[in-house]
């Protein structure tokens, strides 16, 4: 079942923790969300939004549950989840995938047969499934862009967040612990939990 517009709006933290283990499909490619970072307005200078409202991060400060979708390096597209309430500049990133469905396709765009490539990162990931600025700013609660439940609770792992120079040191990236998908595995180790 696809999730409702109510799930994303929940503070970002609790919203990456949630999204972990849910299936995030996009027409006819899909992946287990295994890997996600969150951004927060306040105190993160890692975040789009943190230095106030552009043309680029405006969907950010848009309404929960809509993609926010960039270009990095100019040739990476990075999916975000837009988080809590209209106008709070925040969200999640969705940093890797198990895929699932799709997998044909998938390994076309990426050039690779290698099940664990297809999908470790959040570069990667939009590419295998062929999200690109093209979803900036769409709902995720269309019949061909969502994410659905899976009623599964899973471990998770809680560290320092990847790629950045500022704000790298938060706590602020979780995964599935143990999940062969995840993007990377160079961090420092928080906490495991729920």
Request: positive net charge; aromatic residues 8%.
């Amino acid at each position: 079942m696809a999730l409702k517009k109510e799930f994303y709006n929940q503070p970002t933290v609790s919203l990456a923790k949630a999204l972990l283990g849910k299936y995030l499909c996009f027409k006819n490619s899909s992946g287990k969300i295994v890997e996600t970072e969150a951004y927060l307005f306040k105190d993160d200078p890692g975040c789009h939004a943190s230095r106030g409202k552009t043309a680029r991060n405006a969907p950010m400060f848009g309404e929960a549950g809509h993609a926010y979708v960039y270009l990095i390096y100019g040739m990476y597209h990075c999916l975000n989840i837009v988080s809590g309430k209209k106008g709070e500049g925040e969200a999640v990133l969705i940093r890797a995938l198990e895929p699932v469905d799709g997998l044909y396709n998938m390994m076309k765009r990426r050039k690779t047969k290698k099940l664990e490539n297809l999908c470790n990162g959040p570069g990667k990931l939009t590419q295998a499934l062929g999200i690109t600025r093209r979803q900036n700013n769409e709902s995720l609660l269309s019949h061909h862009f969502c994410i659905l439940d899976n009623n599964i609770t899973p471990e998770i792992t809680t560290t320092t967040r990847i790629g950045l120079t500022l704000g790298k040191e938060l706590p602020l990236r979780f995964y599935i612990t143990d999940n062969k998908f995840v993007s990377k595995r160079i961090h420092t180790k928080i906490t495991k939990g729920k």
